[in-house]
């Protein structure tokens, strides 16, 4: 699949870049997006969520009842699970909500996001590019001229570049990720992915 190469002012600048059919021609394997999405929003959690038992609640231990005979629920203490303001049975504890993923289906699921994304026409090469200094209007001028502003875009980078980060830090809805952190969660989120040539050759070097 061929697109056509681009430049920050809009223009189609003649060129063309063939897309590698074994990274953006795969049939999409939905169920390594769902495994690799899963375990990206797991890591996301904190897991810091706790809730008080009854050994914990600051309370009197003094028996409250008689064992038998009252014809409700046996209570022991003011900490029992059946009385307001008491401890709660098998509540949360604080847990890592981690859990392994194999490399191949990770890569699956990339290969599988950017191939709906190619399928779906909504990849753009853009050429090589930085900015001299971090200006939020000069990155609004590349996605008005890419006529993407009214789209959730994501841009992929093949190395960190600290003065266009910046430029979009502050636009909703725009996103620059370097090729290190590209992961299927956010292509899948973007309406439209935008890579930059370099940052096409760091892919195929990556995920073949």
Do not use: C, W
């Amino acid at each position: 699949m061929e697109v056509n190469v681009y430049n920050i002012k809009g223009e189609d600048t003649g060129r063309k870049v063939t897309l590698n059919e074994s990274i953006f021609g795969i049939e999409p394997n939905d169920h390594a997006i769902y495994l690799d999405v899963k375990q990206f929003m797991a890591n996301q959690r904190q897991g810091t969520h706790k809730s008080k038992e009854r050994s914990e609640i600051s309370g009197s231990t003094r028996k409250i009842g008689r064992q038998k005979g009252g014809g409700g629920a046996r209570r022991g203490d003011l900490n029992s699970p059946v009385l307001i303001g008491g401890g709660r049975v098998f509540g949360p504890k604080p847990r890592d909500y981690y859990f392994k993923l194999n490399k191949k289906v990770k890569t699956l699921a990339r290969k599988s996001a950017l191939s709906y994304k190619a399928q779906n026409n909504a990849i753009i090469v853009l050429e090589d590019f930085t900015f001299e200094a971090p200006k939020t209007k000069d990155f609004v001028a590349v996605i008005n001229n890419l006529k993407v502003s009214n789209k959730k875009l994501l841009m992929v980078l093949p190395e960190a570049n600290k003065n266009v980060y910046l430029s979009a830090r502050n636009i909703k809805g725009a996103n620059v990720q370097t090729i290190s952190g590209l992961n299927t969660y956010r292509v899948l989120d973007a309406g439209v992915l935008v890579l930059t040539e370099n940052s096409l050759k760091a892919i195929d070097n990556i995920l073949i």
